[in-house]
């Protein structure tokens, strides 16, 4: 059965429409934090970081009034990417973490992504027993006055972050040679990112960080790449980094300007990986990851299982088949044998590790040919649409049509209004057409 308020990723919408308001976040806050604390009781303490929208202002006094409602304590912990707030909350023994952020949605968009105490993303089976909880009365939930917990603010969030990635390498590591342009997306990494390489000696031209509220993922960050590309050419950089807004997705550039995704990128670390004996059993993409990429590892001998479409999935999927790489062509990518969800900032430092050594981006990262493959998203009103017959039909057309020269995937968004239809094949051409033909369904 359909979830009522989670998605793939947690709960997003638009803001002050739906479930995005002040009124729900304390029920958000007070459903969560019930559940959790009833899991350990030893302890009563919840975490929230968030990303750098303006909502967040009214979104997080809501929702710690919740967890204090329920008496739980509450350590704010301000801007600070998503796989920080994670690492932290399993560092910090907490019961629970809470993101706040619409990751790559425009500003206008926010949400939340929930954490156990160990540090991962809930499952289907807990997110039910939550919205339960929040569509029970809250007069159960509501704590004695003498029980309500307490709330503090921590400012050394991205410290603590920082400090435990550095801890994942060699303390000689450093990057002093290198230069590198950030993109942060004026969002959740835009102090972490910048300190973090400066600290290992990098010399950083830095874009992105100057963030309003308002100009979260505007034109900027991995879902617009365009602006990396020039700068890394201005700059004259070894490579080009950039980020969401909660900076659990990275897509990279190379020095001569070429957009590296999270295929490439989960290829090169698979190679190296294996290598030097780290890869433990295969890697675990989705639904759209690149056919080049499959076939490539199918060469090297790396296992590869794909999985539904969401960082969360991916996860599972890894847990399950005892795998320790695992990612999205978005630029998700888990490094399991370092982190519990994806993490931007650590798989930077994963690629420079390599990088280090006089290599050039173009080299170590463009591994595979890729399948030509085109992405196209429209925007609609209820995305039910695709399971109307005349659309069911438009697209099983355009799968005969493409036959065995390619494949053809049509699904619903699980964090925007949007229908995602990928098609890939050597033939551009039919490409087009086979997408032409479901958009004209949906429209």
């Known amino acids: 059965m359909k979830n009522k308020y989670f998605g793939t990723d947690g709960i997003r919408g638009t803001v002050n429409k739906g479930n995005i308001n002040g009124e729900k976040f304390f029920k958000f806050g007070l459903a969560s934090g019930t559940y959790f604390k009833n899991q350990k009781k030893n302890t009563q303490t919840a975490i929230i970081a968030k990303d750098t929208r303006l909502s967040g202002y009214t979104l997080e006094p809501a929702l710690v009034s919740g967890l204090v409602s329920g008496g739980m304590n509450v350590f704010t912990l301000g801007p600070l990417p998503t796989n920080g707030l994670a690492m932290l909350t399993k560092s910090m023994k907490a019961n629970m973490g809470i993101m706040i952020t619409a990751s790559h949605n425009p500003y206008y968009d926010n949400g939340l992504k929930l954490f156990g105490p160990d540090g991962l993303k809930l499952s289907d089976k807990i997110e039910k027993k939550i919205e339960k909880l929040i569509d029970a009365k809250n007069s ?31 303390k000689k590591f450093n990057l002093k040679g290198l230069k590198i342009v950030l993109d942060c997306a004026n969002g959740a990494c835009y102090k972490a990112a910048p300190k973090l390489l400066k600290d290992l000696g990098a010399k950083i ?6 963030p309003n509220g308002i100009n979260i993922n505007d034109k900027c960050g991995s879902t617009y790449p365009s602006k990396l590309k020039s700068e890394v050419k201005k700059f004259k950089a070894n490579i080009g980094i950039a980020f969401d807004g909660d900076a659990d997705r990275i897509i990279m550039c190379d020095e001569k300007g070429k957009i590296i995704d999270g295929d490439q990128i989960i290829a090169m670390i698979a190679q190296r990986w294996k290598y030097k004996r780290i890869l433990k059993g295969g890697v675990v993409g989705t639904l759209m990851s690149n056919y080049g990429l499959e076939k490539f590892l199918n060469q090297q001998h790396i296992k590869f299982y794909r999985s539904k479409v969401g960082d969360r999935y991916v996860k599972e999927k890894m847990k399950i088949l005892n795998y320790n790489l695992g990612g ?13 969800t994806g993490d931007g900032l650590l798989v930077a430092l994963e690629v420079l590790f390599s990088l280090r050594k006089g290599k050039k981006a173009s080299e170590l990262l463009n591994v595979f040919k890729p399948l030509p493959q085109i992405l196209e998203n429209v925007f609609v009103k209820n995305k039910d649409v695709i399971d109307r017959k005349k659309c069911k039909l438009a697209i099983d057309n355009a799968n005969k049509l493409m036959g065995q020269r390619g494949r053809i995937l ?3 968004s699980g964090t925007e209004p949007k229908i995602r239809i990928m098609a ?20």
């Open 328 to 340: 999205e062509q978005s630029g998700h990518i888990i490094l399991g044998k370092f982190a519990t």
């Open 205 to 210: 031209k830095t874009i992105g960080d100057k």
């Open 410 to 412: 049509v699904r619903k």
């Open 140 to 170: 159960n939930q509501l704590t004695d006055s003498k029980l309500l917990g307490r709330v503090k603010r921590l400012e050394d969030g991205n410290d603590r972050y920082i400090k435990i990635l550095k801890s994942n390498f060699p």
């Open 424 to 443: 890939e094949s050597n033939n551009k051409s039919l490409i087009i057409k086979c997408i032409k033909l479901i958009k004209k369904s949906i429209k």
